[in-house]
């Protein structure tokens, strides 16, 4: 037979008395009107596809500075979306953006001459409207 001290007695007790409320615990909870375990039972089926999933649910925790990131700009997301025939448009004319885009330096060069010419004309003449431009110099002044 083994020798039990009195705080071994007293380990005992404590365990059972924690078994005990642990068992009321769930007594109250079964005699709740909407108990959390018959809610988890009825919902088993999703709990084991998250089971199932658990890596994905990893994954989606790992990235969820993004997925807030995401939820705070939803309604940017869904302006988006409902011009989505307007972006593929954009997205289908981006050889002509890019073809404008690589010109941009002679476009500004074109503009630039214009409006030196434009400024001198308006010296020389007091106003656009006296000039008269020779088309085969493609805006030269005269």
């Known amino acids: ?7 071994d007695v007293i380990t005992v007790a404590n365990d059972l ?3 005990i409320s642990e068992v009321e615990t769930v007594a109250n909870d079964l005699n709740e009107a909407v108990s959390e375990i018959d ?13 199932t999933n658990i890596s994905n649910v990893n994954t989606v925790a ?14 940017d997301t869904t302006t988006v979306a409902g011009i989505s025939a307007n972006v593929s448009t954009v997205a ?5 953006i890019n073809a404008v885009a690589a010109a941009l330096a002679n476009i500004n060069i ?3 001459n214009i409006n030196t010419g434009l400024i001198q004309a308006i010296l020389d003449y007091g106003s656009v409207t006296d000039l008269v431009t020779d088309t085969n110099d493609y805006g030269a002044l005269v």
Not at 1 to 7: E, Q, V, W
Not at 39 to 51: E, F, K, L, R
């Open 39 to 51: 809610t988890v039972a009825t919902s088993i089926s999703s709990v084991q596809t998250v089971g």
């Open 110 to 112: 074109v503009a630039s």
């Open 1 to 7: 037979m083994a020798n039990f001290t009195g705080a």
């Open 92 to 96: 289908g004319d981006t050889l002509d």
């Open 62 to 75: 790992g990235i969820s500075s993004n997925v807030t990131t995401v939820a705070g700009i939803s309604a």
């Open 17 to 19: 008395n924690e078994a």
